[in-house]
């Protein structure tokens, strides 16, 4: 579907009316919401007992191979599986700096995805050392992880909170799958405040294995680069975005106490409870230049019952 401007339309965002528009001009991938295969149609019977029909998301298993070895199963929305693979195996460290990749094979029909190396490849015992992650699709990451941020340095590039609220209005009001059909996160590629890649799938690890796989086929660099999620920050989350090489993870979500410690360990700017004028930064504030002033900044009203922690 090609990029380009529709009437605006008022859509309810987690409690919060929005003006949502498809000015999607800043995007190099925007999210297609009517996208073939990405939803289905299903009847159900609402709370007057009177017939709907809603979209619901689809959701396929994709095996990833690496060149003879099959590696794991990921259950997925199914767009994008050549940039998903590649993101995948970048981020776990069996596609490594500098590899020749020298294909990338893709069967609708099987729902399979082989990416093939120069490289011999060899990864039975990484394979065992399988890690079920919080993620809402059962995200896997490997066991040796950890052993991979030992030697990542992150670039002290200054973000601005300008940014940040440019960036939080106008993702928050971009037409998508979550909008659409809900059930499903976004995480979002930025350089300063603009928007460049919006990937979406059922787990947020797959959607930031997609932008990593984009990045790695496109050959762009990282270090300017801020990620944005609508979902918590993990330690999956913030492991992937390390690995990625980008300084800067943010969400309109929450935190985990191990997210936050990788966080700070790595030197990484964990900014979540993106909410309006309202933010919590928990580790790499010393990148962060204020030259925004949260007053001027429109507030978003809060959902009704929901309180702020102390």
């Known amino acids: 579907m090609p990029l380009g401007l529709r009437p605006l339309r008022n859509v309810l965002l987690q409690g919060v009316q929005l003006a949502v528009t498809d000015d999607l001009s800043d995007y190099l991938i925007a999210p297609d919401p009517e996208a073939r295969r990405l939803t289905r149609v299903v009847t159900g019977v609402d709370h007057d007992g009177v017939a709907q029909q809603i979209n619901v998301v ?7 191979y690496l060149n003879s070895q099959e590696i794991v199963t990921a259950m997925t929305i199914g767009d994008y599986p050549d940039y998903l693979a590649l993101g995948f195996l970048r981020n776990q460290g069996m596609l490594r700096e500098g590899d020749d990749i020298t294909g990338v094979e893709y069967d609708e029909d099987l729902e399979v995805v082989v990416v ?3 490289r011999k490849t060899d990864y039975e015992e990484k394979l065992r050392r399988k890690t079920r992650t919080s993620g809402c699709a059962v995200g896997t990451v490997f066991g040796d992880m950890m052993e991979g941020l030992e030697g990542v340095v992150l670039p002290q590039t200054p973000v601005r ?3 940040l609220y440019a960036l939080s209005a106008k993702i928050n009001r971009t037409p998508s799958l979550y909008l659409q059909a809900g059930a499903i996160h976004g995480t979002v590629l ?21 932008i990593a796989g984009w990045m790695l086929s496109e050959g762009v660099s990282a270090e300017d680069k801020i990620l944005y999620t609508t979902g918590r920050l993990t330690s999956e989350m913030v492991i992937k975005t390390a690995m990625m090489g980008i300084p800067v993870l943010a969400s309109r979500s929450g935190f985990t106490a191990w997210g936050v410690e990788i966080a700070q360990q790595v030197g990484l700017t964990l900014i979540g409870r993106m909410k309006g004028r309202r933010f919590m930064c928990l580790a790499g504030e010393a990148r962060l230049l204020r030259d925004a002033d949260p007053a001027a900044i429109e507030e ?7 309180k702020s922690a102390p």
């Not at 930025?190 to 997609?210: F, I, Q, T, W």
């Open 58 to 64: 689809e959701e396929r298993p994709l095996t990833i």
């Open 116 to 118: 093939r190396t120069s």
């Open 300 to 306: 978003e009203p809060r959902r009704a019952g929901r």
């Open 161 to 163: 909170t300008s940014w």
């Open 190 to 210: 930025c350089c300063s405040d603009r928007p460049l890649v919006y990937m979406e799938d059922v787990g947020r690890h797959n959607a930031v294995d997609k």
